[in-house]
């Protein structure tokens, strides 16, 4: 969860190490969610618009990028690793949504506002969790930590808005080109 980059001396070690570890945790996250939507089941079908896929996982890794950039450093104070808790959250939560989107299927997708807004607490608040584990001590013990608290907050917001999710059986579908089963 948390590279060892804040150690190395160089800007570009840095840059190379923050990249990594973004792509890492992006596409970590990004993964658990398909894998967690292929269990979701329609009498329909369901396929995915590739656009939105793709946008769903670029959001993922961008959105932990900015929050390592953010909580990185020796010293960073409880305010930076708030503001990185909560664009990791966002991230996490708008990977979800956009995800969410991506799914083309013969039923309409509507949310109940208060669990949508619950997911989005549950994935900031434990990636602020994560993200103070990561810094207390650069133990194996402590990066596990991190690690399973991550992956709560994964979990815990993808099955959250899951619950969030009304579906409203429509007669028929429209299938663009765009649009690729997975």
Same mark, same amino acid.
């Given at each position: 969860?948390?590279?060892?980059?804040?150690? =190395?001396? #160089?800007?570009?070690?840095?840059? $190379?190490?923050?990249?990594?570890?973004?792509?890492?945790?992006?596409?970590?996250?990004?993964? !658990?969610? /398909?894998?967690? !939507? +292929?269990? /979701?089941?329609?009498?329909? #079908?369901?396929? *995915?618009?590739?656009?939105?896929?793709?946008?769903?996982f670029l959001l993922a890794v961008f959105g932990t990028?900015?929050? /390592?950039?953010?909580?990185?450093?020796?010293?960073?104070?409880?305010? $930076? +690793?708030?503001?990185?808790?909560? /664009?990791?959250?966002?991230?996490?939560?708008?990977?979800? *949504?956009?995800? !969410?989107?991506?799914?083309?299927?013969?039923? =309409?997708?509507? *949310?109940?506002?208060?669990?949508?807004?619950?997911?989005?607490?549950?994935?900031?608040?434990?990636?602020?969790?994560?993200?103070?584990?990561?810094?207390?001590?650069?133990? +194996?013990?402590?990066?596990?930590?991190?690690?399973?608290?991550?992956? +709560?907050?994964i979990v815990s917001m993808h099955y959250t808005g !899951?619950?969030?999710?009304?579906?409203?059986? =429509? =007669?028929?579908?429209? $299938?663009?080109a765009n649009t690729s089963r997975l």
């Amino acid at each position: 969860l948390w590279p060892c980059w804040t150690r =190395t001396s #160089g800007r570009s070690a840095r840059r $190379r190490w923050l990249a990594a570890a973004a792509v890492s945790l992006g596409l970590g996250v990004w993964s !658990m969610h /398909f894998i967690a !939507m +292929l269990g /979701f089941q329609s009498d329909g #079908g369901v396929a *995915y618009d590739g656009g939105l896929t793709v946008l769903s996982f670029l959001l993922a890794v961008f959105g932990t990028g900015i929050a /390592f950039l953010t909580a990185g450093g020796p010293s960073a104070s409880p305010l $930076r +690793l708030s503001l990185a808790a909560l /664009f990791m959250g966002v991230a996490i939560a708008a990977m979800h *949504y956009v995800g !969410m989107a991506a799914m083309r299927t013969t039923a =309409t997708l509507t *949310y109940r506002p208060t669990l949508v807004a619950l997911s989005v607490a549950i994935a900031v608040v434990a990636s602020f969790a994560a993200l103070f584990a990561a810094r207390r001590k650069r133990d +194996l013990a402590w990066r596990a930590v991190a690690a399973v608290l991550l992956g +709560l907050a994964i979990v815990s917001m993808h099955y959250t808005g !899951m619950a969030a999710l009304i579906l409203a059986p =429509t =007669t028929d579908v429209v $299938r663009d080109a765009n649009t690729s089963r997975l």
